[in-house]
């Protein structure tokens, strides 16, 4: 007889056997950088709450006051009867923000990526797609039917070259679309976007950028990618995020044109068979438009905290790869040592989690530090002190 769930424990118990399965570690209280976890009074190294607006007190109050207005949930789809004018001024206030003639909300960043991408490309299309992408957009590009490529981390002569083959092989390609994350989330790169929509223009091809780790961190006031780049929306036509990191909230979003706009919410599947996020987020979201626009301290402390940090541990030897951002990788080979570097940390009161294989290659095994505005130097200086106790221990530096 066949066992319709034996499958279940078997390939959970495959990766406990690997060290792969996830083991939950729980936050009780809110997300600051001083949080009980388990427990245990700890310094939270492993957020993407960067300017540490998920307790600004503004976020909290338009949060309180929307749910006491509007209730706590939406009760349809945007398309059916779930469209409030808060989401109408959430969208204003985001294009105005990004400088772009539209923006949209969906539900979270996963599902803008895998709802948009598969409508954007049809099958006599082509996409190329940087192979550190974000998994959303891996989905995003297997739900589409267009023809599939990728080019190599971050190299411009790679895509070109790509994009040349691809347009001897098959002249007809009817669209074409380049994709790219704008920080990549483990290394903490940027993308060189310039010099991406200029590959684009030579062959009348979309771009799209994902720029979750982005916002809020990059460009002027934390608006973003685009505006690191001095580009506009007729050079990268696509213009993806997340309210879940800087903005402290939740919810995905896109700009570009008003034809953008239109045509991505009347295809998006994911946009019109998902409920619409609830007004007390929406609210708060807006308000993290206000602060970003209202009180530039936070991104100017996460860049000050983000280069006193990264200076520190280099200067100790710690090998921090190509990282720009305040994603701060500290790389040291092995998945075993970055998993005892982890775990020593954590005795001593610090949440870091250990990146290995297969999330990087094998031999790129890390602990993957994340800046936020809100951590103190003592605190800093804290970690970088039992960083260099532990790293000679392990004799990582
Ligand atoms: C986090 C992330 C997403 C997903 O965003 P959510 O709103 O959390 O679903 C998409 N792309 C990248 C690059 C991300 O880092």
Redesign the pocket.
Known sequence: MRDPTGFLSIEYQELVDKALDWRLKTIQGPSEPVAIVDGKEVLILCS?NYLGLTTHPKLKEAAIQATRKYGVGSGAVRAISGTMDLHMELEKRLAKFKGSEASLTYP??????SGLIPQLVGDQDLIISDEL?????IDGVRLSRGERTVYKHNDMNDLARVINEAEKRIPQYKRILIIT???F?MDGDITHLDQVAKIGAEHGAMVYV?D??GEGVLGEGGRGILSHFHLDHKRVHIE?G????AYGT???HISGSEDLVKFALNKSRTWLLSSSPPPPVVASTIAAIDVLEKEPQHVKDLWANTRYFKKAVEDLGFNTGVSQTPIIPLIVGESYVAKALANKLYERNIFVVPIVFPMVSRDKARIRVQMSANLRKQQLDDVISKLESIGKELKII
């Open positions: 993407n979270t960043g996963f599902q803008a990526n992408n974000h998994g959303s957009i994350d704008g920080v989330s994902d979750a780790h993806m997340t309210f879940s990191k939740v919810g995905g």
